[in-house]
């Protein structure tokens, strides 16, 4: 089994419910699978025995969602090479997406993920939580990307408008 890879938040993430903490859970799951080429069933085996149980920067981390965090991981790793697709066509040809830092990459999954399979959640709900994860890990501009990039899929995944997604109209 590979060792855990640490990827901890440098700002505190702000107190959310279960969903968020098992956001958070996947963002870090999905960063460890990239960094060491584990598959998805590894990582979660290893995160619920480990990662799951304690506290994060505070934040308890045992009442996070564990099914939603399993429905997750599992989902953007199955799905990594389509999602990775959408992303990327929503990235201009100078950013491409493998010049994105990989938290950065690992957060855009996991969001594109759940737009896709979680449509019983506003996908302005989403993207604003994504935001979030965002903002525990970077500044200003990581989080506006995500906005962006996240609305762009939430209208493309859904057939939906700006006002469904809360950004801008076009």
Not at 98 to 126: F, N, S, Y
Not at 140 to 155: G, I, W
């Amino acid at each position: 089994m590979p060792e855990p890879v640490g990827l901890e938040p440098s700002k505190p993430v702000a107190a959310g419910g279960r969903r968020r903490r098992a956001r958070l859970a996947a963002v870090q799951a999905l960063y460890q699978m990239e960094l060491t080429g584990a598959s998805a069933p590894t990582i979660i085996a290893e995160f619920r025995r480990h990662r799951l149980s304690g506290e994060l920067d505070g934040v308890p981390m045992e009442d996070s969602d564990v099914t939603f965090f399993i429905e997750l991981v599992s989902g953007a790793g199955a799905r990594q090479p389509e999602i990775d697709r959408q992303i990327a066509a929503a990235l201009t040809p100078e950013w491409p997406i493998d010049r994105l830092d990989a938290v950065l990459r690992a957060i855009l999954r996991a969001g594109a993920c759940e737009l896709a399979l979680c449509t019983d959640l506003p996908p302005k709900v989403t993207i604003s939580e994504y935001m979030a994860v965002a903002d525990s890990f970077f500044g200003a501009r990581e989080p506006a990307l995500v906005n962006a990039v996240l609305d762009h899929l939430a209208r493309q995944l859904r057939g939906i408008g700006a006002s469904e997604t809360g950004g801008p109209t076009p």
